[in-house]
T-cell receptor, first 116, second 113 residues
Framework: NAGVMQNPRHLVRRRGQEARLRCSPMKGHSHVYWYRQLPEEGLKFMVY????????ESGMPKERFSAEFPKEGPSILRIQQVVRGDSAAYFCASSRFYGQGTDTQYFGPGTRLTVL | QQQVKQSPQSLIVQKGGISIINCAYENTAFDYFPWYQQFPGKGPALLIAIRPDVSEKKEGRFTISFNKSAKQFSLHIMDSQPGDSATYFC????????????FGEGTQLTVNP
C-alpha cells in the first residue's frame, strides 16, 4: 500500500509565478490536510478537504492560496503570484475517517518550495 | 486557546540515556495527542499517540505520560540511540473538528554515540 505521495519534491519559482503542489492520499483515504512548515518552525495547518469539498480553510491565507480535491485525481494546493515569504516545505497528510476512534494522519514527504 | 507549547527546543543526550520532551496545551477540548518524528528532508511520521482517558502509554522504548489536570503531556525515549536523532513534534486535535492537528514548535534531539 503506497504511502501519501507528493510532487514535485522540490519546486523553484520566481516571484510572481504560480506554484502548483500535488498530493495523492493513501489508498482508501478520503480526507486530505495541507500543512506548511517554515524554516526552523513547526507545522501549521492550512486546509482540510474531503472529495470535492473544502471542510476547513481557516489556516489558509485569504489571498493567492487555494486548494481543491476533485472527485478524480490528486489534491492540488495552488499559490498564485508567489512571494519570497512563501518559501517553505508544504506537507500533505491523509486519513481514512474522523470521529470514530483513532484517526491517524499519514504525511507525505513534502514539497519544498523556493521562491527566488 | 489553540496553542501547543513544546520544550526544550533542542536536546542532547548520550547513548543509552533517557530523552524527555514536554508539551503543554491550552484548549481543554483537545482529545487526541500524537507525537511525530521527523528526519531531515522527510515528512513527519507518527510515533505514538494517547487519548486523555489514560495517563500513560508505552510502545517499546517510547512512553507518553499525560496529565489532564495540568494540561501537559510528555514523551520519554528510554535507552536513546543515535538513530533516534531527529526532530520531534507533539500535536493535539479535536476529533469533532475533523482532526486538524495543532503542532508544537518541535524539539531537535541529538543522541551522541
Amino acid at each position: 500500500n503506497a504511502g501519501v505521495m507528493q510532487n514535485p519534491r522540490h519546486l523553484v519559482r520566481r516571484r510572481g509565478q504560480e506554484a502548483r503542489l500535488r498530493c495523492s492520499p493513501m489508498k482508501g483515504h478520503s480526507h486530505v490536510y495541507w500543512y506548511r512548515q517554515l524554516p526552523e518552525e513547526g507545522l501549521k495547518f492550512m486546509v482540510y478537504l474531503q472529495k470535492e469539498n473544502i471542510i476547513d480553510e481557516s489556516g489558509m491565507p485569504k489571498e493567492r492560496f487555494s486548494a481543491e480535491f476533485p472527485k478524480e485525481g490528486p489534491s492540488i494546493l495552488r499559490i498564485q503570484q508567489v512571494v519570497r515569504g512563501d518559501s517553505a516545505a508544504y506537507f500533505c497528510a491523509s486519513s481514512r475517517f474522523y470521529g470514530q476512534g483513532t484517526d491517524t494522519q499519514y504525511f507525505g514527504p513534502g514539497t519544498r518550495l523556493t521562491v527566488l | 486557546q489553540q496553542q501547543v507549547k513544546q520544550s526544550p527546543q533542542s536536546l542532547i543526550v548520550q547513548k543509552g540515556g533517557i530523552s524527555i520532551i514536554n508539551c503543554a496545551y491550552e484548549n481543554t477540548a483537545f482529545d487526541y495527542f500524537p507525537w511525530y518524528q521527523q528526519f531531515p528532508g522527510k515528512g513527519p511520521a507518527l510515533l505514538i499517540a494517547i487519548r486523555p482517558d489514560v495517563s500513560e502509554k508505552k510502545e517499546g522504548r517510547f512512553t507518553i505520560s499525560f496529565n489532564k489536570s495540568a494540561k501537559q503531556f510528555s514523551l520519554h525515549i528510554m535507552d536513546s540511540q543515535p538513530g533516534d536523532s531527529a526532530t520531534y513534534f507533539c500535536a493535539a486535535s479535536k476529533e469533532t473538528s475533523g482532526s486538524r492537528l495543532t503542532f508544537g514548535e518541535g524539539t531537535q534531539l541529538t543522541v551522541n554515540p
